[in-house]
């Protein structure tokens, strides 16, 4: 399963796509994936808001995450 | 045809056609909000700002919102156009306009689109002072 | 040295150098107002506008708006632009605009603008249509 | 004294200027013009709101008149 990464997101992880490849630590829905992500990187617990789009939607938390999906972490915006 | 609505992600905005863009017979009212990229931010000077977008998605979200506005406030046009890449102190990041019969219709509408914009459009910008970067309001 | 302010009654108005003339470093926000002319009012087509004015004191009287608007909101640039004369379907006849550092200041001068240059600003218009003409707003 | 005349005010008299010549008709102040210019002419009667200029700004009507003021009728006006 691939991750996309936007803004701080990508810079905290140091890269432009997470990748999830031993199926035991696949996330299986937006709130475990923000779960796990918050755990190995302890700094997207200090953002001020943090979301996950699935095919390119704002998923709330217990969306379902299918490998085929395209999944982005939102980090907070600030366009304009 | 011209389409009701414009929606775009471009690297560089040209604000001299946006009226004639938003222009329209049935329209007696054009309002038009830009934002432009400010000197000064809490004091510190800016170099410049760079804008990253998820573009599928924030196309999308531009989308939604102008339809919203379309419908809630009978607009005859509308656009949404944001600027990404590198942009330098006074350059235009940001267009978004609308045109109805009336004027309390495409005035309250501009507003929502820039406010409902800033709130759920995937875009992020990066203030480059001159000895750092700040992802904006990425945190409290 | 630029006007932090620009008054005109002018033949024509070119709504593509707007942005420019109210760009500011110091500013984040834009706002302009564009009225343009309607092709139907109440059901009635409109065939064309005719704008008439006092101008020695409607240019004062725009001042007067646009010192107020200043400093009301701290504006950066302001410009109240009319056009006077033969106006036909969708040509624009006014053009309001603020510049701000952020944008409630430029959206809320900008309306102010607008709605009190309609209140006071010596300036009548007169809609023809196929078979009449009517001064707007004369008769109750 | 010369009163200038716009917009439906300029059709009401069928001129863009009045005339007061007769020094013994010639109004005094913004509201006497105003009762002078509806006696002769019903038709600012019927307007929505009818205001006097004085020099090119907004005069009230107690404001008396002077032959080499500016003196301008203004009609409803529509700009925008």
């Known amino acids: ?80 | 045809m011209v389409d009701k609505k414009v929606i775009e992600i471009v690297d560089r905005i040209d604000t001299s056609q946006v009226f004639s863009e938003l222009s329209d017979a049935q329209s007696g009212g054009i309002c038009v909000f830009v934002g432009t990229v400010r000197e000064f931010t809490q004091g510190e000077e800016v170099v410049s700002l760079e804008f990253e977008t998820y573009k599928k998605m924030a196309i999308k979200e531009m989308d939604k919102i102008a339809s919203d506005a379309v419908e809630k406030w009978s607009l005859n046009k509308v656009i949404i156009r944001h600027a990404i890449g590198l942009k330098k102190v006074e350059e235009p990041v940001v267009v978004v306009g609308a045109s109805s019969a009336h004027r309390d219709a495409c005035f309250e509408a501009c507003r929502y689109l820039i406010d409902t914009l800033k709130e759920t459009v995937p875009i992020w910008k990066k203030e480059m002072f001159e000895n750092k970067t700040v992802w904006v309001s990425a945190h409290p």
Do not use: H
Not at chain 1, 51 to 71: F, G, H, Q
């Open chain 1, 1 to 80: 399963m691939e991750v996309l990464l936007f803004g701080i997101a990508k810079d905290i992880v140091g890269e432009s796509q997470l990748q999830f490849t031993e199926s035991d630590k696949v996330p299986s829905s937006v709130s475990e994936l923000k779960r796990m992500i918050s755990e190995t990187y302890p700094e997207f617990g200090k953002l001020t808001s943090l979301a996950v789009a699935v095919n390119s939607e704002y998923a709330e938390d217990n969306v379902p995450l299918d490998r085929n999906d395209e999944i982005a972490i939102i980090p907070p915006v600030s366009g304009g």
